[in-house]
């Protein structure tokens, strides 16, 4: 009986069984590689030679080592609360229910602002790889052509982005794969001359440059390449067994931040010396992974790159199409959006969310082309730490979430899947977040003459987010809910 229930299938409300549904789609082999192909991204295939330039192999292990913890926390308390309570666009509905309805509303819209920029920012990256190519081509034709393409794959069915996240995640971890391959002949010098060894880390200041100061600003970056891998959250309210599924998918976390980014910054540091100017670039051009191919032989190396580069920015879109809408869906449902983002249409797809995040995003690209691009910076800067506060969200829920859990006398043994070194991890998580929220842009402050338009613009997510949290408490009149006023509804079925 107990077995049974641990992996039973939650479903949609009674109140919407009579009409369009979301569609539990997404297959084992779908969340699997949502959640490897969430954590690489340029941040892996070009800014890893900035980190190793900054603060030498070793400092950029540590700091991505210190992060990629603090992510697996962050997942594995996600991963508890979704395999329970497996509901679309699960943030929001996390933080309303376990801490306070207003933190939850501020999570969805921080959310969902995040994801709708971040769509503005890969409709640039587009237009950029393509003139590698078509140098003389407009910019419009490119990134019209990414747009269309990613919200024809939403808008198709769950299905569609989950096929195409697919094919797109597949395409990245081969080339990791094959990239780790290679470096690793390269090493015993079966390919592309004499073998390395440790030499590189020991050249100059090596493995530590830099000091703590040099480690603690790639533990910064850092951050900022791992957002998106909590998108197998988002899905949990449209995988065929997310009791199952979700836990399976959180599991992998650890084995891939240790294998896509701690081994393959290993490797580069190995490979090349990080005082190697061409590190400092994030072209992809000098891409460290373009300059190690070059060294193995492989003459294509610059095309290569820039085509697995074009699969990373479109899975970005299209993960930040998908899980910016099932976040407006879930905040409709809450009353927390307007209502017509709950509308699905025939094939369980929220259309009108994903109109509003294209027309958003198109529009925020659009304003890269006007003023010198100002008002495009101010926003891209906006979402630049809103990352870390929804982790910081996840590992706040997750901490409440299992104190009323454990205060209201339920058995661990229920929950389909249990975080590891609870309290520990989240309350490293929660550290972690509000380090690397305060001190982003720490750098502005040891200056001669602090630039307090920089200042401004780095922090502008905490303002924003705040100003939604204590907004919604004011006019809603909402309270924290107490531990023992949570509500379990063991036999509730979610969507």
């Known amino acids: 009986m107990l077995a049974q229930r ?91 229910k376990f801490v306070d309805p207003a933190f939850g509303f501020a999570i969805g819209w921080t959310y969902w602002f995040n994801w709708a920029m971040t769509i503005a920012a890969e409709l640039a990256a587009s237009t950029m790889i393509m003139k590698f190519w078509f140098p003389n081509s407009p910019s419009w034709v490119w990134s019209g052509s990414f747009l269309a393409l990613i919200f024809l794959l939403n808008y198709l069915s769950v299905k569609g982005y989950g096929e195409g996240e697919y094919i797109l995640s597949f395409i990245k971890v081969s080339a990791i794969v094959l990239f780790i391959i290679v470096g690793v002949l390269m090493i015993f010098g079966i390919m592309g001359g004499e073998a390395v060894g440790f030499k590189n880390f020991t050249v100059g200041d090596a493995p530590f440059s830099g000091g703590i100061l040099g480690t603690f600003v790639v533990f910064i970056a850092a951050g900022f390449s791992f957002q998106g891998t909590e998108i197998v959250g988002v899905t949990a309210g449209e995988s065929e067994d997310p009791a199952k599924n979700i836990p399976k998918a959180v599991k992998s976390v650890f084995w891939r931040i240790l294998l896509f980014y701690i081994f393959a910054i290993f490797i580069i540091g190995l490979l090349i010396p990080y005082t190697n100017p061409n590190l400092q670039n994030d072209s992809v051009i000098v891409s460290p992974f373009t300059l190690i191919f070059k060294k193995a032989g492989i003459a294509f190396a610059a095309s290569l790159m820039n085509a697995i580069i074009l699969t990373a920015v479109l899975s970005a879109g299209n993960s930040s199409l998908y899980a910016s809408t099932r976040m ?47 008002v495009y910076i101010w926003l891209m800067n906006a979402i630049g730490i809103t990352g870390f506060i929804f982790w910081l969200g996840i590992s706040i829920s997750h901490y409440r979430f299992r104190k009323a859990y454990i205060a209201q006398g339920h058995s661990l043994d229920r929950l389909p899947y249990k975080a590891k070194w609870f309290p520990l991890g989240p309350i490293f998580a929660i550290a972690c977040g509000v380090i690397v929220i ?58």
């Open 6 to 96: 641990k992996h039973e299938i939650y479903q949609q409300p009674e109140e919407q069984d009579n009409g369009p549904r979301l569609k539990r789609d997404l297959k084992s082999r779908h969340l699997t590689m949502i959640s490897i192909g969430g954590a690489i991204g340029t941040g892996l295939f070009l800014s890893s030679g900035a980190a190793i330039n900054t603060a030498g192999p070793g400092g950029a292990l540590l700091a991505y080592a210190f992060v990629g913890a603090m992510v697996f926390f962050v997942m594995t308390s996600l991963g508890e609360m979704a395999a329970f309570m497996p509901v679309s666009g699960s943030f929001s509905t996390y933080g309303s």
């Open 328 to 374: 407006l869906y879930s905040m409709a449902k809450a009353g927390q959006a307007p209502r017509i983002f709950e509308k699905l249409n025939s094939r369980g797809v929220p259309v009108a969310g994903m109109v509003l995040t294209c027309a958003i995003g198109g529009l925020a690209f659009l304003a890269s082309f006007f003023g010198d691009g100002v």
């Open 438 to 495: 305060l001190a982003q842009n720490f750098q502005a402050f040891l200056a001669d003459k602090i630039d307090w338009g920089s200042v401004v613009a780095a922090y502008l997510g905490i303002p924003l987010f705040l100003c939604l949290w204590f907004g919604f408490k004011f006019f809603r009149k909402t309270k924290v809910v107490k531990l023992e006023e949570v509500e379990f509804e063991f036999d509730k079925k979610y969507d």
